[in-house]
C-alpha cells in the first residue's frame, strides 16, 4: 500500500466514524508484549476455567479444538496508538460456551481473569467478555496465529464495524498464550493496570492511563 492509499484508507475509517481518537491506521501487525514468547508443547498444553463456575473445567488442546468454533471481523485498537481494520479472528466464543452449557457460571460471577503462560493477567468485566468482540482466538485471516501472537490461544477485543453497541477496550485487555479463564466475584487488576493502564481501557473514551 503506497503511502497515499493509506492516507485515503485512514481518512475513510475516519469518515466511517471507525478511527477512535488519537489513534492512527497501520497496515501491518505489530508485535508488542512484555517478557519472552512463549512456546507452546501440545502433549502438556491445557486450558483451564474455574472460580465462580458450577463445574470447573480443563480441556487438552485436542478437547479445545473440538469446541464450537467462530469468525468475527474486527477493527482492533492497540493502547500505543496504532489501529488496524477488519481483521478476520476465528477461535472459540466464550458467549458461545455459556449459552450452549460448556461453562455454566454462578449467579456471583462478576469479572473475567485471563490468565496466559509468563504469569500475565489481564481482567474484563463478565458483561463485556460475554459480548461478541471478545473472542478466543487461534486463527487470524485464516492461518493459525503466529507464535509471536499468542500462539496457540490468545483473547482478542476489537470493534465490530458497525456495531456501536458494544464497549471496546485496547486490544492489551485480550491476552497472548492464554491458559486459563478465571471467573470472579470481585475486580483482580491484571498486570498492565496494576502498573498504571486504565481499568476499562476504552477507546472511544481514551481511557488508556488511569
Known sequence: MTPFERHQLERRMIIEGRLPPGQRLTVRFPVLHYGPVQRMHPGHWDFRV?????????WTWHEFRQLPRTRVT????????WSQFDMVWEGVSL??????GYIRLK?????VIQHADGGYTTNLPLDVALQENFLLAT?????????????PVRGVIGAIPGRKDLKTPYFWKGAKWLRGLEFSPVDKPGFWEQR??????DV???????
Open 74 to 81: 474486527l477493527d482492533v485498537h492497540c493502547v500505543t496508538g
Open 196 to 201: 498504571g493502564y486504565h481499568n476499562e481501557a
Open 95 to 100: 458467549r458461545d460456551l455459556v449459552e450452549a
Open 204 to 210: 472511544w473514551k481514551e481511557e488508556r492511563f488511569g
Open 107 to 111: 449467579p456471583t460471577a462478576r469479572y
Open 50 to 58: 474455574w472460580g465462580e463456575v458450577e463445574t470447573p473445567v480443563t
Open 139 to 151: 486463527h487470524l485471516n485464516g492461518q493459525p496465529i503466529s507464535p509471536e501472537h499468542g500462539y
